[in-house]
């Protein structure tokens, strides 16, 4: 998928940025318009995959969602998050170019661990934590996650799920689990083809989305 990119990126068909923006187009363009109110938790990892989350964050705001994001390596863009952690965003990446224009257009951001204080409600979670690079145990990124969704499942929220590309906690190519509970989709949104992983999660239930960003010839 990356030299698919970068051969678009080469030929001039597109830039990183635009990419990234019809990524979080496409997958904001798949949000059930659900009636207020409506809360969408985006959950932002430190790669590509979290730069499309602040897409997606930045533009269901702007369709009137209450939208609360969550992240982790995203210490040097947001210093309210605390100190940073072993795994850190690559500065001057797209992905903190549009990590920035969610925080330069009144956006926040939260530590993961915050997410035991979001009220249950209807919620939306925005699984943009770990894309088609992951390769290696998560239990520890989605723990919080895990403990505050069963917090509002006992409150009686309702919750979908969505994930971009990729659920956190599955190998792409094998769809091998990294995670003792990886995490689950009600929906998935991926880009250009469908990855090895999809058919794994076709056959669970879960719907696979495929969205044209311009990268084919």
């Given at each position: 998928m990356r030299a698919i990119e970068n051969a678009a990126m080469a030929a001039g068909r597109a830039t990183g940025l635009q990419l990234m923006?019809?990524?979080g187009e496409a997958v904001a363009a798949a949000v059930p318009d659900w009636p207020a109110p409506?809360?969408?938790?985006?959950?932002?990892?430190?790669?590509n995959n979290g730069g499309d989350g602040f897409v997606v964050a930045r533009l269901l705001a702007g369709r009137g969602w209450q939208v609360q994001v969550f992240a982790s390596g995203w210490e040097a863009v947001f210093p309210e998050l605390g100190p940073p952690g072993p795994v850190r965003a690559r500065q001057g990446t797209d992905a903190v170019t549009n990590a920035r224009r969610w925080r330069d257009e009144g956006g926040s951001c939260r530590p993961l661990a915050a997410l035991a204080e979001v009220e249950a409600g209807r919620i939306l979670v925005v699984d943009a934590l770990l894309g088609i690079g992951q390769t290696r145990p998560c239990d520890?990124?989605?723990?919080?996650?895990?403990?505050?969704?069963?917090?509002?499942?006992?409150a009686g929220a309702e919750v979908r799920t969505l994930s971009v590309d990729v659920p956190t906690?599955?190998?792409?190519?094998?769809g091998a689990a990294l995670a003792r509970r990886p995490f689950e989709a009600d929906l998935v949104v991926s880009f250009h083809a469908e990855?090895?992983?999809?058919?794994?999660?076709?056959?669970?239930?879960v719907t696979v989305t495929v969205a044209d960003i311009g990268l084919s010839s």
């Amino acid at each position: 998928m990356r030299a698919i990119e970068n051969a678009a990126m080469a030929a001039g068909r597109a830039t990183g940025l635009q990419l990234m923006e019809r990524a979080g187009e496409a997958v904001a363009a798949a949000v059930p318009d659900w009636p207020a109110p409506r809360l969408a938790v985006v959950l932002c990892g430190p790669g590509n995959n979290g730069g499309d989350g602040f897409v997606v964050a930045r533009l269901l705001a702007g369709r009137g969602w209450q939208v609360q994001v969550f992240a982790s390596g995203w210490e040097a863009v947001f210093p309210e998050l605390g100190p940073p952690g072993p795994v850190r965003a690559r500065q001057g990446t797209d992905a903190v170019t549009n990590a920035r224009r969610w925080r330069d257009e009144g956006g926040s951001c939260r530590p993961l661990a915050a997410l035991a204080e979001v009220e249950a409600g209807r919620i939306l979670v925005v699984d943009a934590l770990l894309g088609i690079g992951q390769t290696r145990p998560c239990d520890e990124l989605l723990e919080p996650y895990w403990r505050a969704r069963a917090r509002w499942d006992r409150a009686g929220a309702e919750v979908r799920t969505l994930s971009v590309d990729v659920p956190t906690g599955f190998d792409c190519d094998s769809g091998a689990a990294l995670a003792r509970r990886p995490f689950e989709a009600d929906l998935v949104v991926s880009f250009h083809a469908e990855k090895p992983v999809h058919a794994h999660l076709r056959a669970a239930g879960v719907t696979v989305t495929v969205a044209d960003i311009g990268l084919s010839s």
